[in-house]
């Protein structure tokens, strides 16, 4: 191996220092909902991190999560199991420790969560999550409608990604986004093609900075407002003969006093 391709900037050193010596882990699905639902049970199964999802077309999608081998092959096999389970599996792997080249070029390291739209809570941050995917936009509009009138969910945003899949997804209490699945469904079939539903009760934190976010749901941080001029109140100045008079003064009444 050429010993350049080892070798990293100080900006690329934090991203491999973090990941260093971890091993990385990749499910594949056709399906948003279904892997998002395959990065949940990886998450709840094994103590690892998810960077996020890689999207190439045509509905392929790919979870990718870091972590200690052992750790990684058991979040890979439990995501094996889940995309099986819906009917969605395409292919995974497991590497034990990538080497640094990989690393720089592809996304498996924070680079992912980093641009994550989210990045940190939002007002629909720890409700319960429902997606439901069609294929073809005005199905997905039309389900999005029918769920929002039905139960007291929002809309927090929907994605694409390729061959016609469309994916809404809708916050709010598990109640709530259960009925409003199971109405979103009926609108979609009625209106086009339904292709996938999930519903996730408890997200955690990972889960959460990789979802799609629309801006108005992403608390903002209020700006400070400094004055662009400053009027600085003008001193009061003193002349010296008046502080030497004062200064006279008191050294006299100091004499006669003595």
Not at 26 to 44: C, H, W
Not at 164 to 181: E, S, Y
Not at 211 to 217: D, E
Request: aromatic share 6%.
């Amino acid at each position: 191996m050429d010993p350049n391709l080892k070798s990293y900037t100080p900006a690329q050193r934090p991203l491999h220092q973090e990941f260093k010596d971890l091993a990385l882990g990749l499910v594949s699905t056709r399906s948003f909902p279904a892997i998002v639902g395959v990065a949940d049970m990886m998450l709840k199964t094994a103590n690892v991190h998810l960077v996020g999802y890689e999207k190439i077309g045509e509905g392929y999608c790919t979870a990718i999560v870091r972590g200690r081998f052992a750790e990684i092959r058991l979040a890979v096999e439990a995501g094996r199991e889940a995309a099986e389970k819906f009917g969605q599996l395409q292919s995974s792997l497991v590497i034990p420790r990538p080497l640094p080249n990989l690393e720089y070029v592809l996304p498996i390291s924070t680079r992912l969560s980093q641009l994550a739209i989210s990045g940190g809570h939002s007002r629909l941050s720890h409700q319960a999550v429902g997606l439901l995917e069609t294929r073809g936009f005005p199905a997905m509009v039309g389900a999005v409608d029918a769920m929002l009138k039905a139960a007291e969910v929002y809309f927090a945003s929907y994605e694409t990604i390729g061959a016609g899949l469309c994916t809404a997804i809708v916050r709010g209490a598990v109640t709530d986004v259960a009925v409003a699945i199971e109405v979103g469904m009926h609108e979609a079939e009625r209106i086009g093609e339904l292709s996938a539903v999930m519903v996730i009760p408890r997200p955690l934190d990972d889960l959460e900075q990789t979802l799609p976010l629309a801006s108005c749901w992403i608390d903002q941080p209020e700006p400070l407002k400094i004055p662009l001029k400053v009027k600085e109140k003008q001193k009061d100045f003193v002349q010296l003969s008046e502080v030497q008079q004062e200064l006279k003064t008191l050294t006299l009444n100091n004499e006669e006093e003595n």
